[in-house]
């Protein structure tokens, strides 16, 4: 075993022991690796017969695995998933040209992967499943990182928070990189813990790696990096590190660069692009934290306030017991909610983006278990959180199955397909819409025009042109952000008949 270092993590001001037993769900010991076949296959034989945090992880795992790939095609594409789409079918190289021309403003990584994945079939499943494994793998990512920055018991209730979570179920169901984001993010934080704890250059080159895949993934898990390397530069000098001590942060942030290299000037190019102008849409101030909150806590305003007060809890025996995890989750959390927010008054900011902080989250509610276990230290106290947090997850979960609340435009573009005749004309807006609208309807098979427009000038211009064909408008919210006027909307209403709204995608009809 590593020898482990006298300057890595330690624990609070006083002896672990001496604040609380921690409960053990363990009956027995593991057996002695010469017992059976040797090596790495015969540990991994022994934990699933004798540890019950094995055996619960796996069942957790196969739960979120049936939570993540049940109805992975219960919605239609909506705009950010068709981009995905859209992006995806383009060769590896063409995707720098979509960086500088605006057309996406998130790392390559993701799109690359989702290329291969094509080839299975064009379908929503195709493109979803990919999210949905990387969501699984998750779950027990989560757990061996709870369990080295604060204990197996920790390490399974933050497991089962995520594996229930109605947030994470969402993203691990979009075909967007944020499900892969959290999973690298995880890795690295599980990296960094081993590489701070024991003699090794191994798990340093990893962080770096992990960090490095993280970026590739998404810009905004950089916050959450630079955060980890400057609290252990803090800690570094505040020990008195010697040169030396540091060599293996060195390297992984050597290894993080070098990988980076090629996404840094993108990275610069497209924040600049997204802070050049006021936002139009998102969430900005301090309602970035409390819709933040809501959505990690399964859209439950009371959920969201019993988190949040478990994590202040958490934190709180964290500070007692585990003083340098206590000290990391606090500059993590705080640089990374208090950066966004700031941000937010300059870019578009949604709960999604802070999808990278989760772990630390989730950490902190399940660390709140120390409380019972200091006032009395039973076996049966992680069990009893397990339920809890089930029962307190099912009314999100029965939401996600049963409201659908992403645009439908399978539903639309199969209305407009009946609808239509051919030499209609059939208009989107705003233009951009385009993307998961022509994922379901294919105007030239159907014998119809097709045009994007995103104001009233184009739509006046229009109709002037008209004969005798109908003209079919279909249009989200999104327009007000397209045309903050309200020009074109108010258009529709004087000039236009409405046909109807199918989960936030309006239809008008102009005879």
Not at 251 to 258: E, G, P, T, W
Not at 488 to 503: L, Y
């Amino acid at each position: 075993m590593p020898k482990r270092k006298t300057q890595g993590l330690e624990q609070g001001n006083e002896s672990y022991k001496e604040i609380l037993t921690v409960p053990d769900l363990d009956l027995k010991k593991e057996r002695p690796a010469s017992q059976g076949i040797p090596g790495t296959f015969s540990r991994m034989k022994n934990a699933l017969y004798n540890s019950r945090y094995i055996q619960i992880l796996l069942v957790l795992t196969v739960i979120a695995a049936v939570l993540r790939l049940y109805a992975l095609d219960l919605s239609s594409l909506w705009l950010d998933e068709a981009l995905t789409y859209r992006f995806s079918l383009s060769p590896f190289s063409d995707y720098w040209g979509l960086i500088s021309a605006g057309g996406e403003v998130s790392p390559p990584l993701f799109f690359w992967l989702e290329h291969f994945m094509l080839y299975l079939g064009h379908t929503e499943t195709t493109l979803r499943l990919l999210p949905a494994v990387f969501g699984i793998l998750t779950v027990p990512v989560i757990y061996f990182l709870g369990s080295e920055s604060v204990d197996r018991n920790a390490g399974l209730l933050a497991a089962a928070l995520l594996a229930f979570s109605p947030f994470h179920l969402f993203y691990s169901q979009e075909a967007r990189m944020y499900s892969l984001v959290l999973l690298f993010l995880a890795c690295a934080l599980y990296f960094f813990f081993r590489a701070s704890k024991e003699e090794g250059i191994k798990w340093w080159l990893l962080f770096g790696l992990f960090s490095g895949l993280a970026f590739w993934t998404h810009f905004y898990s950089g916050l959450l990096i630079s955060g980890v390397y400057l609290w252990y530069l803090g800690v570094s000098l505040k020990r008195k590190a010697k040169i030396p001590d540091l060599k293996g942060a060195a390297y992984s942030l050597a290894i993080l660069v070098l990988i980076c290299l090629p996404l840094l000037a993108i990275s610069w190019t497209a924040l600049f692009r997204m802070t050049s102008r006021a936002p139009t849409w998102g969430n900005r101030g301090i309602e970035v934290l409390t819709t933040t909150f809501s959505h990690f806590s399964g859209y439950s305003a009371p959920i969201a306030v019993l988190f949040v007060a478990l994590f202040l809890i958490g934190m709180y025996m964290l500070l007692k017991t585990r003083r340098d995890t206590f000290t990391l989750f606090t500059v993590l959390f705080v640089l990374f909610l208090i950066g966004n927010v700031a941000l937010s008054y300059l870019m578009p900011m949604a709960p999604r983006y802070f999808i990278g902080i989760l772990p630390v989250f989730f950490i902190g509610i399940a660390s709140s278990y120390f409380v019972v276990s200091r006032v009395k230290p039973d076996r049966r106290i992680i069990p009893i959180c397990l339920a809890l947090i089930i029962l307190v997850s099912i009314p999100g979960l029965i939401h996600h199955y049963t409201v659908v609340e992403k645009e439908d435009w399978r539903y639309v573009a199969d209305l407009l397909a009946k609808s239509t005749m051919p030499g209609d004309t059939v208009v989107v807006m705003p233009s951009y819409m385009a993307n998961p609208f022509d994922f379901y309807y294919d105007n030239v098979s159907d014998g119809t025009r097709e045009i994007g427009l995103s104001r009233e000038d184009d739509l006046v211009l229009l109709t002037s042109q008209k004969q005798k064909e109908k003209i079919f408008i279909a249009f989200t919210d999104d327009l007000n952000a397209a045309d903050p006027s309200g020009k074109a909307i108010q258009w529709m209403k004087e000039h236009a008949q409405f046909a109807g709204n199918q989960r936030g995608v309006y239809v008008f009809v102009v005879v």
